[in-house]
């Protein structure tokens, strides 16, 4: 506005010197503008410059941030991963033992089990051979049972013509027992001329000095036909010490008195502690 109120005052010949005193200021505010222009542009280069840099920076950040990420992933991954196979091996290994083991197991139960029954068939084999032998035996006893009966048969029709035999004893014995208690065993013969059984009584005295005692009898009476075998076992009344044993015989009007010394034999050597553990009463014949 100046140069315009400057150009307005100034005469036309004057225009020239205006113009040329004009020219120079304008010149020299425009120059000063452009100076004044350059640190401004300046300013805004070194902020571009500025926000590149902070940008690269960040990108830089970003991607070390990504790469340390990736790698401290892949070495958790992997550390991971070869414990989880670590794992696995040991479990397999130790599956695999275990599976040995069974089969060693199996193989040894299968062995034990091939050798029992082979045991068992031998020995099924052999309690054949024993049974069979057994019913050959019973066969043969069976058939020396009917033999010996019929000679007896025989020999008691021989007796019978005779006139029978008479009331005696065969055989007799009295045997120690634990807790004070003994067994007795008789056998008493006898066949009647008419072949029919009698009945007969048995008496066990016990005699000492001064006093006697009667054992009691279990049966009290037998039928007798031929040969009775009498057995049992009684208890020694507590003090008393025998001296002798008499036996009394009744049957088919008969009588027979048998006395004998009071002798145990030998003593008996491992005596069980108890009469419950002891066996049934003998009866096998008596032997003289």
């Not at 130790?94 to 062995?111: F, V």
């Not at 054992?215 to 010490?241: C, K, N, Q, W």
């Amino acid at each position: 506005m100046r140069v315009q109120l400057v150009l307005r005052f100034c005469s036309q010949p004057a225009r020239q010197s205006c113009k040329d005193s004009v020219t120079p200021s304008l010149e020299r505010k425009q120059h000063s503008f452009r100076n004044n222009n350059v640190p401004i542009s300046g300013i805004a280069s070194s902020q571009r410059g500025a926000s590149t840099l902070v940008l690269a920076l960040f990108v830089v950040a970003v991607l070390v941030t990504a790469v340390v990420g990736l790698v401290f992933g892949h070495k958790l991954g992997y550390q991971r991963g070869l414990h989880s196979m670590e794992t696995e091996a040991k479990q397999a290994i130790i599956d695999s033992t275990e599976a040995t083991q069974a089969l060693e197991d199996l193989r040894l139960s299968n062995k034990i089990a091939t050798n029992q029954a082979a045991t068992a068939k031998q020995e099924l084999a052999i309690s054949l051979a024993n049974l069979k032998e057994l019913r050959e035996s019973q066969q043969e006893l069976t058939v020396e049972n009917k033999q010996v009966s019929q000679l007896n048969e025989l020999y008691s029709d021989v007796i019978r013509e005779k006139g029978g035999m008479p009331l005696q004893v065969l055989g007799a014995k009295i045997s120690p027992l634990p807790e004070n208690a003994f067994e007795y065993g008789f056998d008493i013969g006898m066949l009647s001329s008419d072949g029919q059984a009698k009945r007969l009584r048995p008496v066990l005295t016990l005699l000492n000095n001064d006093d006697l005692v009667e054992v009691p009898l279990d049966p009290a009476y037998h039928m007798i036909e031929g040969i009775v075998r009498i057995r049992g076992r009684f208890v020694m009344p507590s003090g008393f010490r025998p001296l002798q044993a008499k036996l009394t015989l009744q049957a088919g009007g008969q009588k027979v008195e048998q006395l004998y010394d009071w002798k145990l034999g030998d003593s008996v050597d491992n005596m069980l502690p108890s009469l419950l553990d002891l066996p049934e009463v003998d009866e096998s014949p008596i032997v003289p």
